[in-house]
């Protein structure tokens, strides 16, 4: 049985695609609402449309993929149109935005507020690919500054998308700061981590056309910075709910993140390889490892990770 709830919804399982991958357009989101996905979120917009980066901008290697795709996206009212006419009976729906400034996002989150759609809003602090604009995520100052204003926009439960943090202060100096609002429900560990870069040994060059090849990472790569900030904030943040992202590319991935403690389980990189169908696959694996090891439930073992 693996049902579960978040934010009092009930689910009828715990994965759902990374905000990104799939879920740029209207076609893909109806695909990602068909799908076995328990839950789905549309791609990060900006208040206008983009057209992003130029291409190329996202390569998978076999350990990992790196994109820098420069919020590609169909502007603010397009999702948000999406989310009107969104089938809530079926599964869930976050909306991600991530305005160029927080006046953009001010400027979003009072349309969302006005809006009649049972939608969840995840922030994203943690864009690495904007030339020029630097990840709210690693300026603590500037990260309180931002969570006050749009707490204060915003009167419904919402979450915020980190960065990876790589430094017991880090986790220590991010929780406080979300634990100040009670507003903040979830956390979702990880983006990318930011600006990598992939080379071609043949042809000695760069593997993405944007910023001279620096991109974010995803994939196998991120699995264990990924699985170490998901039970950072599970430790830190009681009561929150947290959403584990990154290095999911089969059942044993997304069992990890449940035993670190994530609620919700996000597909990126493996998502964009395979499709919808890899959740299908991902639920008849997990479902596996569970039946092996007597768990008839997903709190039979979420968040009960063993230390030595
Ligand atoms: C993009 C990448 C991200 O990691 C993110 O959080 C938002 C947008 C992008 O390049 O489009």
Known sequence: DLRTEFLDLPLANPLMNASGVWCSVASQLEALAECAAGAMVTKSCTLAQRDGNPEPRYRAT??????????????????????????????????????????????????????????IMELNLSCPNVPG??????DFEAM????????????????????????IAHFDEAAAILNAYPQIAFVTCINSIGNGLVIDPVSETVVIRPKDGFGGIGGDFVLPTALANVNAFFRRCPDKKIIGCGGVRSGEQVFLHLLAGAALVQVGTQLFEEGPLIFPRLLEELQAIMTAKGYDRITDFQGKLKTL
């Not at 350990?63 to 869930?92: T, V």
């Open 62 to 119: 076999p350990w990992g993929s790196i994109n820098s795709m420069g919020l590609p996206n169909e502007g603010f009212p397009y999702y948000l149109n999406y989310a009107r006419c969104h089938d809530y009976e079926r599964k869930p729906l976050f909306m991600s935005l991530a305005g160029l400034t927080l006046d953009d996002n001010l400027t979003m989150v009072a349309e969302l507020r006005e809006a009649v759609t049972p939608v």
């Open 133 to 138: 604009k630097a990840q709210v995520g690693y």
């Open 144 to 167: 309180d500054t931002f969570i006050h204003e749009i707490a204060d926009a915003y009167d419904r439960p919402f979450g915020v998308k980190l960065p990876p943090y790589f430094d």
